[in-house]
């Protein structure tokens, strides 16, 4: 595996990949674990080669956020990807992200302002931002991200619809189920800073959320069900919910009933100081 880190470097080496066929980017921010493993799993078997980015992204976190304590891991983080046949790993600096003078953003308007966009103000912004300068660098032919950052996935579709991306296509940047523990808690790189009993408090989550999208799906109303499981997640020892919805899946908006349009359960809370999101379909 190549690692790279200056854009002068990245262009020629990306355009020796091309000639296997297909380049396929994950764009990540370390501290890998086995769901980023399986994004790269499936752009191998969807590409001739590749891409793998490792960049703590400082314009989508906020003044009180995890910046400083965001796990790096870079020499772990090269083994691991080493070991699953990576082609290139691209790990730039902040500087070469962001030169000196930088003073360009991109907003996606609507599908940033909702559930975390309301409670992390600039930080989709951020998102936006970063990940067209990351498909400006590979140029890739599809990217691959996680779906339980489903907000995620819709703002970068968006953005990458509205301003006519051709690499990648909207239609080539895919989303991969959410992998999950054996308690059904969604693989997170900020899982690692859940003490012991705040982990096996976690564990609550997913369940909780299950039974609210099968209260739901039996009849019972929305608004209520909802604030069930807030009230259930705080008695299960999460400090503080941010949010818990149903949303349309495709333009996020909150939805008072099931509906005709695909839905998906969205919640946002926080246990140990931690803040963990996850969400799941209505109906599979």
Known sequence: MQTVNRLDELHPAVDSLRQRGDVALV?????????HLTLVREAKARAGAVVVSIFVNPT???PNEDLAAYPRQLAEDTRLLEAEGVDLLWAPSVEEVYPEGFATHISVAGLSE???????PGHFDGVATVVAKLFNHVRPDLAVFGEKDWQQLAVIRRMARDLDLTH???ARILGVPTVRELDGLAMSSRNRYLSSQDRARAGAL???MREAIAAIVSGEAVA????TLRSALLEAGFESVDYAELADARSLRPLTAAADAPARLFVAARIGGTRLIDNMPLAD
Do not use: D, N, W
């Open 27 to 35: 764009p990540t921010m370390g501290a890998l674990h086995p769901g």
């Open 60 to 62: 989508q976190f906020g």
């Open 114 to 120: 909702t559930l975390c966009g309301a409670f992390r």
């Open 168 to 170: 990648p296509r909207t």
């Open 206 to 208: 997913p369940r909780l």
């Open 224 to 227: 209520s069900t909802l604030a």
